[in-house]
């Protein structure tokens, strides 16, 4: 298994307040994602990286930042978080941003926004 | 409009019974095309993927899928089911911009 953990799991919080999720990958991988995963939409792409303090935004950006400070780290902040920001959240990894490389997801966080 | 399009939610079906999960994909999107599978609680692992080449494609946990591009599909498919390939499957694909797009998801169930 590709080398990536998220944390925390699991997260209860209350309608606008920060939330930040960690991604942390022992792969050295170039390029980093953070997807959203709700039922009825398969995953959407909210932000990526392809290098250390080097990011884009993806099709469901608003209402999230990232950082990248190290390769091994992606952050995603929900800087006042909302009920419709409740959701399963994937981090993945790939070795370049080609379509010819594999992405590897991530366990996931679950967030629930109250 | 959807650039990938899985025609199923749910597809239950009986141990042992083959299946066909059904992926379509537009103009919008290239035809390097991809399955994922998530098992629950677990994040996505890639089933198989069509880059060029042969049509068929197979995958891990005997799997495959034929790339048809007249119908603009991507259909999974397995001849016999087990208990333990219950789980979500999602086809995906990069679109003009290079980034990952994936369908809705199909829900495979199998039963006893």
């Known amino acids: 298994d590709a080398g990536i953990t998220q944390s925390p799991r699991h997260k209860v919080t209350e309608t606008g307040t920060p939330v930040t999720l960690r991604c942390h990958q022992t792969e050295n991988h170039r390029y980093m994602y953070w997807y959203r995963q709700d039922p009825g939409h398969g995953l959407r792409l909210i932000h990526y990286s392809y290098g250390v303090k080097d990011t884009d935004k993806g099709e469901v950006s608003d209402g999230y930042s990232v950082s990248r400070s190290k390769t091994e780290d992606f952050l995603l902040t929900l800087e006042s978080a909302t009920s419709s920001q409740t959701s399963v959240y994937f981090c993945?990894?790939?070795?370049?941003?080609?379509?010819?490389?594999?992405?590897?997801f991530g366990p996931g966080t679950r967030l629930t926004v109250l | 409009a959807q650039s990938v399009t899985q025609l199923d939610s749910q597809v239950p079906v009986f141990e042992e019974a083959p299946v066909e999960l059904r992926c379509n994909y537009s103009?919008?999107?290239?035809?390097?095309l991809f399955w994922y599978v998530q098992y629950p609680n677990q994040g996505l692992q890639l089933l198989l993927k069509?880059?060029?080449?042969?049509?068929l494609v197979k995958g891990i946990n005997g799997f495959e899928a034929e790339f048809n591009k007249s119908q603009t599909s991507f259909h999974l498919r397995k001849p016999s089911v087990h208990i333990s390939d219950t789980a979500e499957y999602f086809c995906a694909s990069y679109n003009q911009g290079g980034k990952l797009i994936f369908g809705q998801g199909t829900e495979l169930s199998v039963k006893p």
């Open positions: 103009s919008s999107v290239s035809v390097y």
């Open positions: 069509y880059l060029s080449g042969s049509t």
């Open positions: 993945a990894i790939s070795e370049a941003g080609t379509v010819y490389n594999e992405q590897f």
